[in-house]
């Protein structure tokens, strides 16, 4: 469906390659004919150009760029005072103004005092709404490669494909497919070469574009995936597994390598300490770097760096840099504090803002020496940049959003920028996100650049990107296979996404405090609103506190539809079964309840009635294997008081991936029966990875009764 408020574009084609695309007759004779007219002139070619085959009435739709600076990206030139034709996706034509005549009925758009550039290629992405695509198109970015694909993302590829949804063109992978144990939730396994062949073939009959390898595919699986990937006729990039030596993987037919992994190691001088940013011993690592008791410039071989760029050239595998996420993963407290004063800050999603800061508390233990070490370390990874595009090695511009402080579409010049930081200038940082793609995609000097015949992915920017390329952060307007979008268009988009961060934001904004005791404090947290169908039945939060004898407490804060606000604090024993558990129930008139239950039977699992449960009982649920089904013992505590021991059966399902709820994650499923003297109780739970807490990330209920139906949890934070 178009969006209220913005113009429906026609349905476009499915997405093909160049070599399948083919325009009806008539729109390759009208595309013909305004190449002519720019050739030579309208007037003094119209006549040559044969339009007898455009059906009556058909429109043709036409826009004009006038009066316009253009950025090419053929080479480091600005062509001034041009008027660039398009139609169908395409640009029909580049020439002087002075020598185009503007066909009749043609969209003119004044590029007087403004630059005309190729759209951007955010070559390292993880859309999953069309609120991350509409960032992206604000930003100028045309092309994404998503590298964790879902069937949702290849639903955006369609839908962007067909013109039913605006954004950037989508190239994608399937799920991550990573060895053992899987780092992230809802990966693919891999330990043999049979798990190979069949998670190969399975990604490509699906339709995604490339394979995902990650970091702990032992040797002989990466290997096998490699065979299975030439055999399937189906790239595959990623992740240099820890397992592999960067030279076999520069040489194994790997179509990119990622986050710089495997160059660090690869360049290390004899007998030097290295750890790597993912190493368990970075902190340790990156503080004596700080304090000068390290020197990179001894760690590091420069020889080594020199021949493992030469060696990419050779091969030909392109590196995804994604220095924005490097960068921001080790943002030190200023940093963070300028990252949040930024505009685009306005436009990230509430539950991404709130990673990002429980990213940020995971390095509590970080002193001012750490910062300082991380940041050296990431200027020895700008210098290995700086070497691979010396040596002639390939680099595509990839951010990781929205990884910490990699913002979706805003990201996209910090990245450059710190190319040019490397010491590459602007023209070669731009080359990394316009023709570098487009060689990548197999369609150098089909887009990627201004010229005649290329996609019409545009950008008209108010400054002129060869002399900073901070240039596209001032943009006037977008266009994306020829669909343009102004800048009142742009800005509207940017404000839906705002719009709805602020509504998941505002709902615990008046809430009580937390009822912590003492000194505790709550690190982590998340939240829900609960629905059946379009009804509101509240909202809840959660959260684990360490108390003062070392024991980890729960709380649930529900707020009730009528202004009731209901606390729940769970303790646990040293087994890990609750213990003690109080209940305080405050009406909207002020009047409190408060009951407080011990528990006897601490082997019994005791249930609230809250999203508290599952988060108790999140070890209990991890193990259960996948397709295995297990019966626990259960009470239920309802009104302070405790039920008849009860039967729980959790079945273990496929993992999933669930959107709109939180934030894109891999998620374990588990069906639950819960056995009651009453009755059957029947849930779904949603149990996210590490990275998200390990909590749930969507619940649902089925309920009997006159009142019943689907209760849903979703998680907004």
């Known amino acids: 469906m178009a969006e209220p408020g913005r113009t429906r574009a026609p349905r476009r084609r499915r997405l093909m ?8 007759r008539w729109a390759r004779a009208s595309w013909y004919a305004l190449a ?34 253009v950025v090419p990206m053929t080479s480091g030139r600005v062509d001034e005072g041009q008027t660039v034709l398009v139609t169908e996706g395409r640009i ?6 002075s020598s185009v005549e503007i066909p009749e009925g043609a969209r003119v758009v004044d590029g007087t005092g403004k630059y005309l550039a190729p759209g951007l290629a955010d070559m390292h992405a993880h859309p999953m709404t069309t609120a991350d695509l509409d960032a992206y198109l604000a930003n100028g970015v045309t092309l994404i490669r998503a590298m964790w694909g879902e069937p949702a993302v290849l639903a955006l590829r369609a839908g962007v494909a067909s013109g039913e949804i605006a954004g950037p063109r989508i190239l994608t992978s399937g799920r991550i497919v990573d060895g053992w144990p899987i780092i992230q939730y809802g990966s693919d396994s891999v330990l043999s070469a049979a798990d190979a062949g069949d998670v190969v073939t399975r990604h490509k009959n699906a339709g995604y574009d490339f394979i995902k390898v990650y970091s702990n595919l032992s040797s002989e699986a990466f290997d096998a995936i490699a065979e299975a990937a030439r055999a399937n006729d189906i790239p595959f990039a ?17 179509q990119t390598a990622e986050h710089l992994m495997g160059i660090g190691p690869a360049t290390v001088a004899e007998g030097a300490e290295y750890y790597t940013r993912f190493h368990p011993g970075f902190t340790k690592y990156a503080t004596r770097i700080g304090r000068g008791e390290i020197d990179l410039d001894r760690v590091h ?15 030909g595998i392109w590196t995804v840099p994604t220095l924005t996420t490097i960068r921001g993963t080790a943002a030190s407290p200023e940093e963070v504090a300028a990252y949040s004063e930024r505009k685009a800050m306005e436009y990230v999603d509430y539950s991404v803002i709130s990673l990002w800061r429980a990213a940020a508390a995971f390095r509590a233990a970080w002193t001012p020496d750490t910062y300082r070490g991380a940041r050296l370390q990431l200027e020895q990874e700008l210098r290995e940049i700086k070497a691979f595009h010396d040596a002639g090695a390939r680099i595509l511009a990839g ?4 990884n910490p402080w990699a913002f979706i579409g805003f990201g996209m010049v910090d990245e450059l920028e710190l190319y040019v930081e490397a010491g590459l200038s602007p023209f070669a940082a731009l080359q990394t996100a316009t023709t570098a793609a487009a060689e990548f995609m197999n369609e150098a000097g089909r887009s990627g650049i201004v010229a005649q015949g290329a996609r019409a992915d545009l950008v008209l920017l108010e400054g002129n990107p060869l002399e900073n390329v901070a240039a596209y952060r001032n943009i006037a307007g977008v266009m994306a296979a020829g669909r343009w979008f102004d800048r009142g268009d742009l800005d509207s988009r940017l404000a839906g996404i705002k719009a709805a961060s602020d509504r998941k934001a505002a709902v615990f904004r008046d809430a009580p405090a937390w009822p912590t005791q003492g000194t505790e404090m709550v690190p982590l947290s998340a939240e829900f609103v609960l629905e059946r169908g379009e009804d509101s039945l509240g909202a809840e939060r959660i959260a684990s506190v360490a108390m003062e004898n070392g024991s980890t407490a729960f709380l649930s804060q529900l707020l009730e539809p009528g202004g009731s606000v209901r606390n729940t604090r769970v303790e646990l024993g040293d087994e ?5 558990i109080t209940f305080e129930r405050t009406s909207a008139d002020g009047a409190v309840e408060s009951r407080v239950v011990e528990m006897q039977d601490t082997g019994t699992h005791t249930l609230t009635g809250t999203a508290l449960d599952w988060i108790v009982l999140g070890r209990l649920l991890a193990t259960v294997r996948d397709g295995e089904s297990r019966d626990f013992p259960m009470r239920r505590l309802e009104d302070g008081s405790l039920s008849e021991a009860g039967t729980m059966t959790v079945t273990r399902r496929p993992s999933e991936v669930i959107v709109g709820h939180f934030y894109f994650t891999g998620s374990n499923r588990h069906d639950i029966s819960i056995a009651e003297p009453n009755g059957t109780r029947k849930l779904t739970v949603w149990m996210g990875g590490g990275f998200y807490t390990g909590w749930p990330v969507k619940i649902v209920e089925q309920t009997a009764g006159p009142d019943g139906g689907t209760l849903e949890y979703r998680r907004i934070l």
């Open 399 to 402: 951010t990781d959003a929205p």
């Open 17 to 24: 390659t160049n070599s399948q695309s083919r325009s009806p």
């Open 36 to 69: 002519l007219a720019i050739a030579c002139g309208v007037s003094a070619c119209d006549r040559d150009a044969d339009e007898s085959s455009v059906p009556a009435g058909q429109p043709i739709a036409v826009h004009a760029f006038t009066n316009v600076n």
């Open 238 to 254: 990623g992740h240099i597994p820890n397992a592999v030596p960067t030279v076999h993987a520069f040489r194994s037919g790997m």
């Open 301 to 315: 071989d420069d020889a080594k760096l020199r021949e493992l760029a030469q060696l990419a050239s050779e091969t």
């Open 576 to 580: 890990g079964f609750p213990q003690k």
């Open 92 to 97: 029909a034509g580049v020439g002087p103004s």
